[in-house]
Structure formats: C-alpha cells, structure tokens
C-alpha cells in the first residue's frame, strides 16, 4: 500500500499517466545515461603492470600512468592520467571504432534521459506510442554499447594493452599481467539497463495519445470548415 500510494503521488506531481514499471523506467533511464557517461570518460577499463611493477589503466580515450619520450631520450612515466592527444593517438583502429560508438550511446542516452525530463516537464505530454519510440532508442544505444564492448575487446592487441598486459595479450584475451578492471563492467551494466528500455517501455503509460496531441486535434476539427461537413457536401461545393 505504502509502495502504490508513493507511486500514484510521483505521477500526479509529474502530471504523467505513468505506471509503476514507467516510474521505474524513468529512474533506470536516469542510472542509464549516468553510467554510460562515466564509463566513457574513465580511463579504468583495463589495469595492468609496466616496468618496476608501476600500475596502468587504459580506457576509450583516457589513460593513467603511462610512459613518455622525453627530449634527451630518456623514458619516464607520467603518474597522472590524461586523454589522447587526439583521436588518431588511440592505439587500435578497433579502440577508435569504440570510441566512436560508445560516444554515440552516451549521447543517445543522454538525449533520451532529457526527453523523459521534458516529458516531466509538460504535464500530460507523453503517450504510449511517444514511450515506446523512446524506449526503442534506448535500446538501440544499448546495443551500440555493447558493440563498442566487443570492439573494445577486439583490439587488446595493440601495442599499449600488450605493454600493459603482456605479450600474450590477444583480441579477447587479456594478458597474465592485467585484467579488465570496474569501468568495463559498469558500461556493460549500462547496456543492459538499457536493453531493458523497451520492455519497460511498453508498459510505461496508460494513454494512446498525449493530451497536447488531443487538444490539437480537437482544435483542428473546430477550425477546419472541411471536417465539419460531409464528404458528400464538400463534393458538390466543389464543384
């Protein structure tokens, strides 16, 4: 009771006709685009060892404690983390391809996240057919997440996952000396928290048709002599 009653009250404050899977849906687009975001900026998707046992961590396009040319030649390591200098310094054209699509999930988990806000915003705004395209959009970004994953995983062979993780290090296959570390997991659960939008989706709100869409509609049908008369009196009017 005390669940339902909660529930009833966030949805005539939103002034949505929301159910409670659509409050739910709501919160899990917000964790969505919060976890996605985070994933993609951190640099801790794999951990792994360098020379003297110096810990490193590679992410999409930021990386910490890792090793620099100076000017007289000499190797150092930087202990602090920083973004590629640009997006062709990445190590592996499969890196880039992550970059890319786990770029393009973030925003789309961000647009949809917003979309929902809007919805919050305008009272009576959204529908079910409304629900169900946002739904699908999420779910699409999940599954360009999860291809971002793959290709991630694709090009541990390159040179910097190979220094970090050993040799042996392979498409697939980390190296004795590393693993993938919380970043990783944490885009995975983004993707599945998002392949979860449909579903959710479509259960999300009562209603067929917002009450903007209605009004609208209600107002065209007072204005238009047209929809006022039969097809038959329009007919001969014409001619």
Same mark, same amino acid.
């Given at each position: 009771?005390?669940? &339902? ?5 966030? !949805? ?7 159910? &409670?899977?659509?409050?739910l849906? /709501?919160?899990?687009?917000?964790? =969505?685009a ?30 910490? =404690? ?6 007289? +030649? ?6 602090? /983390?920083g ?8 190590? $592996? ?25 809007? /919805?919050?915003?305008?009272?009576? @705004?959204?529908?079910?057919? @409304? ?6 959009? +999420? ?5 360009? +997440? ?10 541990? =062979? ?14 697939? +296959?980390?190296g004795? &000396? ?9 885009? $995975? ?28 509609? &209600?107002n065209?049908?007072? $204005?238009?002599?047209? !929809?006022?008369? $039969? ?9």
């Amino acid at each position: 009771m005390r669940w &339902k009653w909660r529930t009833h009250l966030i !949805c005539w404050e939103m002034g949505l006709p929301l159910t &409670k899977i659509g409050v739910l849906w /709501c919160f899990v687009s917000a964790a =969505n685009a919060l976890l996605s975001c985070c994933s993609f900026y951190s640099p801790y998707w794999i951990r792994g060892e360098i020379f003297n046992h110096t810990e490193v961590y590679l992410g999409l396009i930021r990386r910490c =404690n890792y090793p620099v040319m100076l000017e007289n +030649q000499r190797l150092d390591i930087i202990m602090d /983390c920083g973004r590629y200098a640009n997006f062709w310094a990445i190590p $592996s054209p499969w890196w880039r391809l992550a970059v890319a699509l786990a770029g393009t999930s973030c925003a789309l988990a961000l647009l949809v996240f917003f979309i929902i806000v809007l /919805c919050c915003a305008v009272e009576n @705004s959204v529908s079910r057919i @409304s629900a169900r395209l946002v739904g699908a959009s +999420q779910v699409f970004g999940g599954v360009i +997440q999860l291809a971002a994953l793959v290709c991630f995983a694709m090009g541990l =062979n390159n040179l910097e996952a190979r220094e970090a993780c050993g040799e042996s290090a392979a498409a697939f +296959q980390t190296g004795p &000396k590393c693993d993938l570390f919380w970043a990783f997991y944490v885009a $995975s659960l983004s993707s599945l928290l998002a392949l979860t939008g449909l579903a959710m989706a479509w259960r999300a709100c009562d209603i067929e048709y917002s009450y903007l869409y209605r009004i609208s509609t &209600k107002n065209l049908l007072r $204005s238009t002599p047209l !929809c006022r008369m $039969s097809l038959g009196a329009w007919a001969a009017e014409s001619l």
